[in-house]
């Protein structure tokens, strides 16, 4: 059974970082997608990035682009999100997923979530 464990959200300033983490286990990852995804308060959860887990493709939202970087350490099991220049908007929980194959944007395309990790931006 797979589990996923982020860790790494807090508060910060605007124009902050935050390294994000997403501890996998459970199987091995070759062949699955790992992605982001973050929720605020009364919206629909969000697309943010993701990796090809074996490959190294990648893919952004296009809010993100240019800020944000999904890596993933294979040794390790371990799914990194560092995010710089962080934005008010930004605020959310963010949610590290898995999926079997190609990467996707839907969240409803990914079986396996964690649990959650808050981020705040203040301004």
């Known amino acids: 059974q797979v589990q996923l464990v982020e860790s790494g959200g807090g508060l910060v300033q605007a124009g902050g970082s935050l390294r994000l983490s997403c501890a996998a286990s459970g199987r091995t990852f070759g062949g699955y997608a790992l992605g982001w995804f973050r929720q605020a308060p009364g919206k629909e959860r969000e697309f943010v990035a993701a990796i090809h887990w074996s490959g190294g493709g990648t893919a952004y939202a296009d809010s993100v682009k240019g800020r944000f970087t999904i890596s993933r350490d294979k040794a390790k099991n371990t799914l990194f999100l560092q995010m710089n220049s962080l934005k008010p908007e930004d605020a959310a929980v963010y949610y590290c997923?898995?999926?079997?194959?190609?990467?996707?944007?839907?969240?409803?395309?990914?079986?396996?979530w964690g649990q959650g990790t808050q981020v705040t931006v203040s301004s």
């Open positions: 997923a898995c999926r079997t194959g190609a990467i996707r944007t839907y969240y409803g395309d990914y079986g396996d």
